[in-house]
């Protein structure tokens, strides 16, 4: 199931774990110290929405293009359903805040 290269460095997961661990706690840290300094305001939220929104638009265009690229490449393997499940859930979940957010709009 596992590639060789990681059977061979399992202390990698670890590492990974880690990393994420203390992003985890910076995160935490830097969002606590912004709320104290009233750093996230209504100007901060909208700046922010745009340009996540902009970011997944321009990722939909990757995603898109990296799924051409596997399927010419790699064929119809394990790459070509991960790449595919990640494009239809981000799709589900856009549906769902799209539906929530027209809802809350509404209401």
């Known amino acids: 199931m596992f590639s060789d290269s990681f059977k061979d460095n399992p202390e990698v997961m670890l590492l990974l774990v880690l990393i994420f661990s203390l992003m985890g706690l910076l995160f935490y840290y830097l969002r606590k ?3 104290k300094r009233y750093q996230f305001d209504e100007r901060y939220e909208k700046i922010t929405n745009r340009f996540k929104a902009k970011a997944w638009d ?3 265009v990757v995603w898109l293009v990296s799924w051409m690229v596997v399927i010419m490449f790699d064929g119809i393997h394990f790459s070509f359903f991960l790449i595919t499940a990640l494009v239809v859930t981000r799709s589900i979940i856009m549906l769902v805040c799209a539906m929530v ?3 809350e709009d509404e209401g």
């Open 101 to 103: 957010y027209a809802e």
């Open 58 to 60: 321009i990722m939909w």
């Open 33 to 35: 110290k912004g709320k």
